[in-house]
């Protein structure tokens, strides 16, 4: 889908290291203002089977639900091939979404996945403090009626020590529609790079998939 390609031609310009992780908000601000209304209206192109998916320029595999769609996966591009794309700091890995509800007022699910370079790698109290700033100034601002039902914390995904947070907000459509949009944030530290799986549903329970989330986070292998 060339919405990702449009986003993420412009957001890479000029990053410092000590603010690396704004790009990961900007990524989460820019992906919401178009996105959401595929997640209320539409689904991706659907594919429906339970499959494994590997990337194996990143080492990166998940395994994902008979009613999740792939919209989006790419598996063959290189490591030195995404460093030399379009954003040259961030490689678009997939794009998973799940249709709960047609009714206008859904917030229908939806998975993202990108690896990064990471600027700050090596230092993980560095790491966690620039993504806690990071929520803070970049992307609470930005929505109303914004609250964490997790901050963020350390989990451990395939054995390597990562950070999550959960937050939700209200979200104005063009059409006026209010999305009322949760948001799971897993970032997994991996060699020189870490990734973003940016993991979008509705905060009412009709549209939760929590479960769904943390399953299909359970399955993940990093470098194997």
Not at 58 to 77: H, L
Not at 194 to 206: A, L, P, R, T, V
Not at 211 to 221: G, H, P, R, S
Request: include cysteine; charged fraction near 20%; charge should be neutral.
């Amino acid at each position: 889908m060339g919405v990702t390609t449009h986003i993420t031609q412009n957001l890479f310009q000029g990053i410092t290291n000590d603010a690396f992780f704004i790009y990961v908000c900007t990524i989460h601000i820019t992906v919401m203002k178009i996105i959401l209304g595929f997640l209320i209206f539409c689904t991706g192109m659907a594919t429906y089977s339970q499959k494994t998916y590997s990337n194996k320029a990143f080492g990166f595999t998940v395994i994902m639900p008979d009613d999740w769609n792939k919209s989006f996966f790419n598996e063959n591009e290189s490591v030195n091939d995404a460093e030399k794309g379009y954003h040259q700091d961030s490689y678009y890995i997939a794009n998973f979404t799940k249709t709960i509800s047609w009714n206008k007022d859904a917030v229908n699910s939806r998975i993202t996945v990108e690896a990064s370079v990471n600027k700050q790698a090596g230092d993980f109290v560095a790491f966690k403090k620039t993504l806690e700033w990071s929520i803070e100034n970049n992307i609470k601002p930005q929505y109303k009626n914004f609250s964490y039902k997790q901050k963020v914390a350390e989990i451990t995904i395939s054995g390597i020590k990562s950070l999550y947070s959960i937050f939700q907000y209200d979200f104005e459509m063009p059409n006026g529609t209010i999305a009322k949009v949760k948001n799971r944030m897993y970032i997994i530290p991996y060699k020189k790079y870490f990734f973003s799986i940016i993991c979008i549903d509705g905060q009412d329970e009709k549209y939760d998939s929590s479960k769904d989330f943390e399953a299909i986070i359970a399955t993940l292998k990093i470098g194997e």
